[in-house]
């Protein structure tokens, strides 16, 4: 009843890479209490791995092996669990968020450490992409100083959520709205970029928002734009999964529990009782599940308990039993 997870990649090589990589796992992630008190978001677990290592390993099968994590909120934990990046053959550095003031601040506190065109991704989405390494290949047109991964959405409302992008006839990026009322294209940003280091300069001069009192990354593309550099879509996304509230967590397990062709998951250290039920589960490391348990759609977090008798759409953690319906 037992998966293990995959072998170490071998260690990182020197980069030869002509982009950077780049993962934000600053926030506090208050909606998504209580995991948030005890993982940063991008710590999360995902199968056998944090979300945040499917990025580091999306990053490396592209080529790119030196990765900056920007950390505030038990970025502590970002750096023992992940460590040199040897196990994942990339080199990693981290860079504090000292202000949780926004995407654009936290971007912003690279400046003195990136010389590169960067690969930039949000740590609280899980990402499935299509050929993302056309990014690269538009990165390298004439002109093209900005790649934004954006997904064709059927769902206005997801469009509203996030933000959008209004095209000139050349297919170049003109606009960038921010959780547009009315979206005028099916193209929805989801949180991975692909920057020339000359965006510093647009958000350096990126005024604060008047409702959130923080620096948007929107506004500082729309600079950018402005400034005259060259901004353009790259249709890569196929779903984007962001953790915003518990149930999204659960959910993302499931996801990808079915992806991987599994009826269940679990750790290898983990402890399930013969006589226990698992249907569409996912179990932790050193968790332990008790004889006359019956789980289904649940996700039991490393070193949980869980009792005797029905459990559906839960998630175990923190000694708390969170509903998920």
Known sequence: ????????????????????????????GKRIRPFSERYPKPLLPLLDRPLMVWQIE??????????????????????????DGS???????????????????AVGQLEPHLTRPFLLFLGDIFFETENLGSMLELFERPGVDAVLAV??????????????????????????????RH????????????????????????????????????????IFIED???VIPAPVVQRD??????SDLLDLNLHVLEREGHRFFVAPDAKVDPSARLERTVVMAGAVVAAGAHLTECLVLAGERVPAGEHRRVVFASGQVVACD
Not at 241 to 246: A, G, R
């Open 228 to 230: 005259g550099y060259g």
């Open 151 to 180: 997904k064709v959405e059927s769902d206005p409302a997801a469009i509203r959520r996030n933000f959008t992008v209004d095209l000139d006839e050349a297919g170049m990026v003109r606009r960038v709205i921010e959780k547009p």
């Open 241 to 246: 999964l962001n953790l915003s509230e518990p």
């Open 87 to 105: 196990q994942f053959g990339v080199h990693l550095r981290y860079v504090e968020q000292d202000q949780m003031l926004g995407i654009a601040h």
């Open 58 to 83: 999306a990053m490396r099968d592209l080529g790119v092996r030196e990765i900056t994590i920007v950390i505030g909120h038990l970025g502590h934990r970002v750096v023992q669990e992940l460590g």
């Open 183 to 222: 979206p005028r294209t099916n193209l929805k940003g989801c949180g991975l970029y692909l920057f020339d280091p000359a965006i510093f300069d647009s958000i350096r001069h990126t005024p604060r928002t008047a409702l959130r009192d923080e620096y948007e990354l929107t506004d500082a593309i729309q």
């Open 1 to 28: 009843m037992s998966e293990s997870p995959p072998e170490s990649a071998a260690p990182a090589a020197p980069s030869d890479a002509p982009i950077e990589g780049v993962i934000l796992a600053a926030g506090k």
